[in-house]
């Protein structure tokens, strides 16, 4: 996967975080294709739950495992986050443009070094446990943060015993430890049985196009 040109600009919604201490911020990976409410419902499960200070949503300047087909531009897919992520709390960003990366290990690895007063949890949907085990080098991404899983229908029970979920077994932590979940020596992970929010993408882009089908027919 080529690199892509770095874009200072992306840097910017984070550098009043490079001089915090003891905080804790949870990172949401995705393409955001566009964001939509159970990105929402899910940055709000983790501030309320895990006892994050911030999630900071990671807009991916191309998912390495997605089509580059159906991707819309970077910018449409930050603006449409930044707007699904108007709190307090939440940062819309597509700092992985400015580190030069599509590899969630990767990020981590930078973030870590250019926030080191920070503590990190990866946050991600049950859909994605379940494939995780496929990106580059991810057992790093365990060893770098804590990571937090959100049931997604119809995904959950096998994202449980699928094969980064057998790998970390032992790292799983009881549903009791959430909240102080950054804190543990890592591996460390938990599975949250939240609402199930149905939400998708893939479904949004769907009932776009059949709408602009009809429109047009
Ligand atoms: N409804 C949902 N419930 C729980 N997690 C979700 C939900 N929708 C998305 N996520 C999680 O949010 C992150 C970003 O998701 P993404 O931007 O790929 O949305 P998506 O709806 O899964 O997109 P697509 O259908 O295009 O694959 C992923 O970790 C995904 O698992
Ligand atoms: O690092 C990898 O190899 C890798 C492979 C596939 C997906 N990811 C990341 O997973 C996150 C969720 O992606 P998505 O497309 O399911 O929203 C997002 O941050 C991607 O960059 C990362």
Redesign the pocket.
């Known amino acids: 996967m080529a690199r892509f040109a770095p874009d200072k600009a992306a840097l910017r919604p984070l550098g009043r975080f490079r001089g915090s201490r003891g905080q804790t911020v949870g990172l949401?990976?995705?393409?955001?294709?566009p964001a939509?409410a159970?990105?929402r419902?899910?940055a709000e499960e983790a501030l309320r739950r895990l006892g994050v200070d911030w999630v900071w949503w990671l807009v991916s300047p191309q998912n390495p495992l997605k089509s580059t087909a159906e991707m819309a531009p970077l910018a449409a897919r930050l603006a449409s986050a930044a707007r699904m992520a108007d709190h307090p709390r939440m940062v819309a960003t597509a700092v992985e443009s400015d580190l030069g990366t599509v590899y969630s290990a990767e990020t981590l690895r930078q973030l870590t070094r250019l926030f080191p007063h920070l503590r990190f949890v990866w946050l991600?949907?049950a859909?994605?446990l379940g494939q995780i085990s496929r990106w580059r080098a991810w057992q790093s991404l365990y060893a770098r943060a804590a990571v937090a899983v959100?049931a997604?229908a119809p995904y959950s029970g096998a994202a449980l015993t699928g094969r980064a979920a057998q790998k970390f077994r032992a790292a799983r932590l009881p549903d009791a430890a959430s909240r102080t979940l950054a804190r543990h020596r890592r591996p460390a992970w938990v599975f949250l049985r939240i609402r199930l929010?149905?939400?998708?993408?893939?479904a949004i882009r769907a009932a776009a196009q059949s709408g602009f089908v009809a429109d047009n027919a």
């Open positions: 949401l990976g995705g393409s955001f294709n939509h159970g990105h419902h899910i991600m949907g859909d994605n959100f997604r929010h149905p939400a998708s993408a893939t």
